[in-house]
């Protein structure tokens, strides 16, 4: 349930609220809590067992003696309790290593988790900003487009020039309308996203200084950002667990085959009426050493060894695929980044080149050199530019967090390198549904 707007100044707010209100985050901590569960149910197993149990019953007799029948009703009653201490349970040992390399599985899937909630709210986030910064473009897109209409509208009335001009200037001004308002949309469904997150709505989103430093990722080179995903990745990391626990669990099916020694201690007390028993009470206690053997079990054991083989061979073969994908990614991601980098400063060189392009071509255009379709052409051009170069530094952002999420090390410290550039004045605003 969406709670009323709030304020949330910076990134590192947010994300603080999405840590206490994603339900994916909140599921995944349950899942955990419930395989960890696993290890205290497994040591049980090795650990003393202990039963009660009582009995009583009434009991209608009836017997010839004497020469006539004799009937009686007496009551029988009786409780015991035992006691069992595993001393040999080879399955049981192995379950229970078995269950703490599950554990770890666990664990790291949730911190899997964790990492996977910093990427989808800076995601969140900055693509709000991002749809934000493609509205005012499109904003001063249609104001611009609008202006050069008006005065192509004039110059016509005076007869400066012809009715064709017109009718481009209008047409580009009725385009630009129609990208303004699909960028309206797209920017107030931006904040569902961050809503889902959180469970509440802004009022304010901090805007991006775009003076913030591109830099290229750092170690540098691709070898070391190979060997620290191979290292750190958390999936690889839970692969490698399972891979674990699949071991152990193919001991634990053959141990089958193995004999149990349980020691057992127990006491008895029953109590009996009737005429024949005299009221008969007995207590017994008996001290046992039990050893049980298997020796043949339907073939059920061995076909449990089987499947066990082949969960282990599943096991190993989805680590083996998980380290291939991630020396892929890993490679990939460090290259998009350093591409991005090279993206962001052409792209800024291109939107001064833009700026330069137009102010030559609306010159051209007040001496005649020049007509109405090529001025509106580059003005398009410049907005263009200006919408790319903003969409460059924010793909170098997301692409940053990703490939450190790839090799394992991201972490809320990434978040806060970033937060810094947030401006702590301005902001944006969704419109009230």
Request: aromatic fraction near 8%.
């Amino acid at each position: 349930m969406i709670s009323n707007y709030c304020l949330a100044t910076d990134l590192l707010q947010i994300f603080a609220e999405a840590q206490n209100e994603d339900p994916q985050v909140r599921a995944a901590h349950a899942q955990l809590q419930a395989e960890l569960e696993a290890i205290p149910q497994s040591r049980a197993l090795l650990l003393p067992d202990l039963t009660l149990s009582a009995n009583t019953a009434t009991i209608d007799r009836e017997f010839a003696g004497g020469g006539s029948n004799t009937q009686e009703r007496f009551n029988s009653n009786g409780y015991s309790a035992r006691l069992t201490q595993p001393l040999f349970r080879a399955d049981r040992w192995f379950q229970l290593l078995s269950a703490k390399e599950s554990s770890k599985q666990a664990l790291a899937e949730y911190s899997n988790a964790e990492q996977d909630l910093i990427i989808r709210v800076a995601e969140a986030y900055f693509n709000i900003l991002r749809a934000e910064d493609n509205l005012s473009s499109a904003v001063a897109a249609e104001t611009a487009f609008r202006r050069q209409l008006d005065q192509t509208q004039e110059r016509f009335d005076v007869g400066l020039i012809a009715i064709t001009d017109v009718h481009e200037a209008r047409a580009v001004y009725d385009l630009s309308r129609v990208v303004r308002i699909t960028q309206e949309e797209e920017r107030d469904n931006s904040f569902t996203a961050l809503e889902t997150l959180t469970s509440s709505r802004y009022d304010k989103i901090n805007q991006l200084d775009k003076t913030m430093p591109i830099t290229n990722p750092s170690p540098a080179t691709l070898q070391e950002w190979i060997s620290i995903a191979l290292e750190n990745n958390i999936s690889l990391s839970a692969s490698k667990h399972q891979v674990a626990a699949a071991k152990h669990e193919v001991k634990r099916q053959k141990s089958g085959h193995l004999p149990t020694l349980d020691a057992v201690a127990s006491y008895s007390h029953a109590e009996d009426g009737g005429i024949s028993f005299l009221g008969n009470e007995s207590d017994i206690e008996n001290y046992a050493l039990e050893l049980n053997i298997p020796i043949f079990q339907g073939g059920g054991t061995q076909s449990r060894v089987r499947e066990a083989h082949h969960r282990l061979t599943q096991a190993k073969e989805n680590y083996e695929n998980q380290y291939r994908t991630i020396k892929q990614d890993i490679q990939r991601q460090h290259r998009t980044v350093n591409s991005d980098v090279l993206r962001v400063a052409a792209r800024k060189l291109a939107l001064k080149s833009s700026q330069s392009a137009l102010e030559a071509t609306e010159g051209g255009y007040e001496v005649g050199t020049r007509n109405i379709v090529d001025v509106l052409q580059v003005r398009n051009t410049l907005f263009e530019a200006q919408r790319d170069y903003y969409n460059a530094i924010y793909d170098y952002i997301l692409d940053s967090l990703r490939l450190k999420r790839i090799a394992g090390t991201l972490s809320v410290t990434d978040l806060e390198s970033f937060n810094q550039w947030l401006t702590l004045t301005e902001g944006t605003t969704p419109k009230t549904p």
